[in-house]
């Protein structure tokens, strides 16, 4: 709860969850994870003993399964995870996808149209014979996308194409425009204004570059824990975050909050502010409140 500009930590309502099956979700980057793009020994350590406990602990992410995997590798997740920023509803191990969001034909050629105004090109998410890629045109990349694929050399995924038309193959779920503030709000203000899509713009977490990230419309966080929800049968949704795209998830939840490194937007959104993602903020306020 914000009242004025003062940040107020609040406990959850005993009376409220007693007797009531739970779903708790958290974000990874800035919120689960630390500054190193790392989880804590305590945080693994924490949540697998409440998960242990019966605790319904997933998260929901902008990442990839295979890039989520990676960094929450000893985590003991036992439901479905979200990915992709509600793209996917995937099982935690196999990363089979349960529930998915592509976009049609007709929201496709927006994009099409969308390459002579701007000099922006994007990355492209697909799946292309059940394998996920990310495709790009080569001699098109600027910084952003240059620092972008060095990140993430020798990724699988990576798909280099020369041609307009080859970035088209497969089930498309995401485009992802990044580079400098301005140019990237450009590209921001035109998709949003269509209103046929979601779409996210802010800065990233770890450099300096921003994103704009375009998907089907009704995809988000929010959405998709909403799914999940009733997939596990839960009656209430607690939720973790750190950042803007983390809005949807909070309006949907009985209770939501927001860690201390977080931008001030989510903290207006908040049930509470907790301690930071460097302060293992998720795990401590979970030791303090989850109760069988």
Not at 199 to 222: A, H, I, R
């Amino acid at each position: 709860m914000r009242i004025g500009k003062k940040k107020i930590n609040v406990k959850p309502s005993v009376k409220g969850i007693i007797g009531m099956k739970t779903l708790y979700v958290s974000d990874l980057d800035g919120t689960l994870l630390n500054s190193d793009r790392k989880l804590s020994e305590y945080t693994i350590e924490t949540l697998n003993k409440l998960t242990e406990k019966g605790m319904l602990f997933s998260y929901a992410t902008a990442r990839s399964f295979l890039s989520a995997s990676v960094v929450t590798r000893g985590l003991m997740v036992k439901v479905p995870i979200i990915t992709l920023n509600g793209t996917f509803i995937a099982d935690a191990k196999s990363g089979e996808k349960l529930i998915s969001h592509y976009f049609t034909e007709e929201q496709k050629s927006i994009f099409e149209k969308s390459f002579d105004k701007f000099q922006v090109f994007p990355l492209v998410y697909s799946l292309i014979d059940d394998n996920e890629k990310v495709s790009w045109l080569e001699d098109k990349e600027n910084d952003e996308i240059k620092n972008y694929l060095k990140i993430r050399k020798g990724d699988k995924r990576l798909r280099p194409v020369s041609l307009k038309d080859d970035l088209y193959e497969g089930e498309i779920f995401t485009f992802i425009y990044l580079g400098k503030k301005d140019e990237i709000k450009e590209v921001y203000d035109y998709f949003f204004n269509t209103k046929d899509f979601t779409c996210y713009f802010q800065k990233e977490l770890y450099v300096e570059d921003y994103w704009c990230e375009v998907m089907p419309k009704n995809t988000s966080k929010g959405s998709a824990i909403n799914k999940l929800k009733n997939m596990l049968g839960a009656e209430r949704v607690i939720t973790f975050g750190d950042a803007i795209n983390d809005i949807p998830m909070f309006e949907i939840s009985d209770e939501s909050y927001a860690v201390e490194n977080a931008v001030e937007e989510l903290k207006n959104h908040a049930t509470g502010v907790i301690k930071s993602n460097d302060d293992n903020g998720v795990a401590e306020w979970l030791i303090n409140n989850f109760s069988p």
